[in-house]
Nanobody, 114 residues
Framework: VQLQASGGGLVQAGGSLRLSCAPS????????MAWYRQTPGNVREMVAR???????TYAESVKGRFTISRSITGNTVHLQMNDLRPDDTGIYYC?????????WGQGTLVTVSS
């Protein structure tokens, strides 16, 4: 089973994108689901995470602009990104952890032009 991320693209500053991530098959219920991003020369950083209970955590740089959500059934997670800025540019990876292990998606590129 793999995680499949989608929704990346090129957008102007101030615009919006919605990322989605879903497993390719059946997967145990996730304890936590998250989005990370990575830019050249930098470590992968957590952008947003959501627990099975719905508790959310955001990086300071995206608070008030990004919203993470998950499906009621299944292991689909979304990231609504509004008021995008050039420094939001990067490859966004989805991540899930369940009783079996931890999984990463293949990454989707987000490019924000000024």
């Amino acid at each position: 089973v793999q995680l499949q991320a989608s929704g990346g693209g090129l957008v102007q500053a101030g615009g919006s994108l919605r990322l989605s991530c879903a497993p390719s098959g059946r997967m145990a219920t996730a304890y936590v689901m998250a989005w990370y991003r990575q830019t050249p020369g930098n470590v992968r950083e957590m952008v947003a995470r959501i627990t099975a209970g719905g508790d959310t955590t955001y990086a300071e740089s995206v608070k008030g602009r990004f919203t993470i959500s998950r499906s009621i059934t299944g292991n689909t997670v979304h990231l609504q990104m509004n008021d995008l800025r050039p420094d939001d540019t990067g490859i966004y990876y989805c991540n899930q952890a369940n009783r079996v292990g931890e999984y990463w998606g293949q990454g989707t590129l987000v490019t924000v032009s000024s």
